[in-house]
């Protein structure tokens, strides 16, 4: 028996019959405008994405990225919560659904599933894409402003995903705040910049306000140990290219690599990493250098050598944004 597609790869195919019809010059530009929308002021009552055109071409584009930059927080969370899977999703300002598939890769199965948005041609073609997902045909796709009068209903998971950089700072902060009162577990997820990390430390500190205890990637709920303006807490997830990414970026590389900013807190019991490394590690001769987090709230710098055995083993194998030491845990 042929096992199942994996997510990523049912989301690639399905993102592959997008652009049927469109020259590629058109969705290039279409590309190319977005982005800079989306890196500049943009205002609140008005949807970004106009038109199936502009969804098509910004989902191939985009989507694979945020698929596997959320598919990596949710995957630290579970780390944390292994023995919790969410019953319900709800995820904010999340156009065509990347979030959603990123969940049915960490907790496959069954769940009520609501997506949230303004842009009703991104909620359209979701909706048309997620019929290649078992887990993903009965979800709700609603067309709501992302604002501070949003409304959600208690749910279990609430994910936030490159949402908080289109909000005026009030906007952010009621977001926050309204899905704090409504979820067991928030995730929220922004660019790798230090714009991006500063918008995630400002919500990771109204969660903790709320109630909530951080879960990934700190391996405390203390204070940030990181200076502000002197540098910023990001990692970074591989993503593969398609053509579209090669017709808008160039290169030959067949990847490239999605960094990103994040923040997942519960209500639930969770066990955060003893540590995290937060930076790429830098293996030398006969050792690995390895940038921590650490939970007394300190920024450490340890050397992992041969002399340690199997640690020096793991420590060669770490990568940035994984816990240390390796979690046991099957």
């Known amino acids: 028996m042929t096992a199942p597609a994996r997510p990523s790869e049912t989301l ?10 469109l020259p590629p010059k058109q969705a290039a530009q279409a590309v190319d405008r977005l982005i800079a929308n989306y890196r500049g002021t943009t205002p609140t009552d008005a949807p970004i994405l106009r038109d199936r055109a502009d969804v098509a071409a910004y989902a191939a584009y985009r989507m694979p990225a945020t698929f596997e930059a959320v598919h990596a927080a949710l995957e630290a969370f579970a ?7 969410p019953t319900s999703h709800t995820d ?8 959603t598939w990123a969940v049915t890769a960490t907790w496959p199965g069954d769940r009520a599933v609501t997506v949230l948005d303004w842009s009703d041609p991104a909620l359209a073609l979701g909706r048309e894409i997620a019929t290649a997902n078992p887990a993903l045909r009965d979800a709700h796709w609603q067309r709501t402003r992302i604002g501070k009068d949003l409304t959600l209903p208690a749910t279990d998971l609430v994910t936030v995903s490159y949402v908080l950089n289109e909000l005026t700072p009030a906007d952010r902060a009621a977001l926050v705040d309204t899905a704090a009162a409504s979820a067991q577990t928030v995730v929220i997820v922004e660019a790798g910049t230090p714009a ?4 995630v430390i400002e919500a990771r500190d109204r969660l903790i306000a709320a109630g909530f205890r951080v879960a990934a990637p700190c391996p405390h709920s203390a204070a940030c140990p990181i200076v502000p303006g002197e540098d910023w807490c990001h990692f970074s997830a591989r993503v593969s290219r398609s053509s579209l990414h090669r017709q808008v970026k160039g290169g030959s590389l067949p990847y490239e690599d999605e960094k990103f900013s994040y ?4 209500r639930l019991p969770a066990t955060p990493a003893s540590a995290r490394v937060i930076r790429r590690p830098q293996i030398r001769k006969g050792q690995v250098l390895l940038d921590l987090c650490e939970p007394d709230e300190h920024l450490t710098r340890r050397t992992v050598t041969k002399r340690h055995g199997d640690l020096y083993k793991a420590a060669r194998d770490a990568a940035w944004g994984d816990p240390w030491p390796p979690s046991d845990r099957p």
Request: glycine fraction near 22%; charged fraction near 15%.
């Open 12 to 21: 690639r195919t399905a993102l592959g019959t997008l652009l049927d019809g």
């Open 79 to 85: 780390e944390a919560a292994p023995d919790w899977t």
């Open 92 to 99: 904010v300002g999340g156009g065509t659904g990347a979030a």
């Open 196 to 199: 991006g990390y500063a918008r």
């Open 263 to 266: 923040v997942a807190a519960t």
